[in-house]
């Protein structure tokens, strides 16, 4: 039997496909992971008191209300933001190319632009930008959980979506809503951290996804 070339491209190309699939998830696992210990490395490691309750992700590159910037908790926390940011920029342009569509990848793109804006504006530079950035990065990062849930396994696709939500409902409640007893008692950290961590932890969810539809060569 003869197989002509016409039989082999569409095989070929979903071939292209799963390959970029795969690299992107990789990217966003390395990322995902990346940002939750770079974290914890920052919280550990500030010299000075900080709660987890009353002080934002965004005070370990520059505390309020003076913006004093402490090392090495500042250079850790803006470098992962920068290198995290760069890599799920990197993971939206692999699944643009995969033809995961607009509709999914706009939004991981502006997630990771927005994280790179973080790394480079915190609160000691221009806060009228710093808070831009923030505001961009939260609210795409809870879109993109909710809009990319079709490009993961049909079981975690609920998963995907109960992240997305509870990101931004707790955006947009306390946003709106902040003097509800629930946003008082957890405080503009904990508030912050119900936006972060979900996203985060999205982040390394679509990021095993797309890594296991990698096909296994053996």
Do not use: C, K
Not at 12 to 23: I, K, N, P, V, Y
Not at 95 to 112: E, Q, W
Not at 142 to 171: E, K, N, T, W, Y
Request: glycine residues 10%; charged residues 15%.
């Amino acid at each position: 039997m003869i197989t002509t070339r016409s039989s082999l491209e569409p095989a070929t190309e979903g071939a292209l496909r799963s390959r970029d699939r795969a690299r992107a998830g990789l990217l966003l696992l390395v990322a995902g992971s990346g940002v939750l210990l770079g974290i914890i490395t920052a919280e550990v490691l500030y010299p000075a008191d900080y709660s987890a309750n009353q002080n934002t992700v965004s005070d370990l590159a520059a505390m309020r209300p003076e913006d004093i910037v402490r090392q090495p908790s500042a250079a850790i926390f803006n470098t992962t933001m920068i290198v995290a940011g760069l890599l799920i920029a990197g993971a939206a342009v692999l699944l643009y190319r995969s033809r995961a569509g607009l509709l999914a990848t706009v939004p991981i793109a502006a997630l990771g632009i927005g994280m790179v804006g973080v790394g480079f504006f915190p609160g000691n530079t221009v806060m009228a930008v710093h808070e831009l950035v923030s505001l961009a990065t939260f609210l795409s990062g809870g879109l993109a959980a909710i809009l990319a849930a079709r490009l993961l396994p049909r079981v975690l696709r609920p998963v995907s979506l109960l992240l997305g939500s509870v990101a931004l409902a707790f955006l947009v409640g306390y946003t709106f809503l902040g003097d509800l007893a629930v946003f008082d008692r957890l405080g503009e950290g904990g508030v912050e951290r119900w936006i972060v961590y979900p996203v985060v932890l999205w982040i390394v969810v679509l990021g095993t996804g797309l890594a296991a539809t990698a096909p296994d060569r053996r």
